[in-house]
């Protein structure tokens, strides 16, 4: 299979690649913003099992860049059969309150980074007639909360646009899924204090390749999310505004 990771040096993104490249004979297309940290996964990689790696260093702040090197890759490698959309950065929302330029910026990354290579790819699947997108959301895209609305209502434009490829082209070949972590213990969160929440990135990894088996579309991981986000979506605004959460 040609596996395409943008933000492969992520490390939920890692531990994904991680379990296809022990099972071997895959190509992997490595993209990320620094070619060292890149080669490193690639490294760690090669040494599970017997698989040709790309690291490919993009600037994702560039979206002629980014599709530039996606087209590249398909027109070297072949065709895309899993994409992982996986950059991103846990906004301060506080600096993003005063600095303007910083929001745009963070918008940039964690939105259209993210969307415009989506649809490129949506576009490549339909094409071809199948393809598995996996698109990293959070489960800070469900409701603005006021220590994260930078970044929740970017995961939460994340969602959305991928629900509309989904309900565009999604089907039984095409898959188009998104995944909504809760805490993960990961470099993005390592400033923060690890509660009985946080779960490891192998953790979110495996329940990626359990929800591609099952024909999973949105993946709250773990799942009892469903059920907190359930909750949270449903109070009243009036309500919601008096909570510290
Ligand atoms: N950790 C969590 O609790 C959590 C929860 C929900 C969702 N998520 C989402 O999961 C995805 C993966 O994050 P992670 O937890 O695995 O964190 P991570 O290990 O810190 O990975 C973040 C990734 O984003 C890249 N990145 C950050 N800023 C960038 C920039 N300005 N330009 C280009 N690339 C940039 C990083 O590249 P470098 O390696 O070069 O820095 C890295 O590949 C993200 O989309 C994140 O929003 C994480």
Redesign the pocket.
């Known amino acids: 299979m040609h596996i395409l990771i943008l933000?492969?040096?992520?490390?939920?993104?890692?531990a994904f690649a991680k379990r296809y490249a022990k099972e071997g004979d895959h190509v992997f297309t490595l993209m990320?913003?620094?070619q060292q940290?890149l080669n490193a996964c690639s490294s760690e990689l090669s040494a599970l099992g017997n698989n040709v790696i790309h690291p490919i260093e993009v600037?994702?702040?560039n979206a002629s860049d980014i599709i530039h090197a996606i087209n590249k890759s398909i027109q070297s490698v072949g065709s895309i059969d899993i994409a992982v959309?996986?950059?991103?950065?846990?906004s301060d929302q506080e600096r993003a309150k005063k600095d303007f330029q910083y929001l745009h910026?963070e918008f940039i990354?964690?939105v259209m980074?993210?969307i415009i290579p989506a649809q490129c790819i949506a576009n490549h699947f339909k094409d071809r007639g199948c393809g598995i997108m996996i698109g990293?959301?959070?489960?800070?895209g469900e409701r603005g909360r006021k220590g994260n609305y930078a970044?929740g209502s970017a995961?939460s434009a994340i969602h959305t646009y991928l629900s509309g490829i989904r309900n565009d082209i999604g089907n039984e070949h095409i898959r188009i899924m998104t995944?909504?972590?809760?805490?993960?213990?990961?470099?993005?969160?390592s400033h923060l204090k690890q509660s009985s929440l946080?779960v490891k990135?192998e953790f979110i990894a495996k329940e990626i390749v359990r929800g591609i088996e099952q024909g999973q579309d949105v993946m709250y991981i773990p799942s009892y999310w469903r059920f907190i986000l359930m909750i949270i979506r449903a109070l009243p605004e009036k309500i919601f505004m008096k909570l510290n959460i």
């Open positions: 933000g492969a040096t992520s490390a939920i993104a890692h990320g913003r620094n940290r600037n994702f702040m959309l996986a950059q991103g950065s846990l910026d990354l964690n980074s993210m990293i959301g959070s489960v800070a970044y995961k995944i909504k972590p809760g805490f993960v213990s990961t470099p993005m969160t946080f990135p």
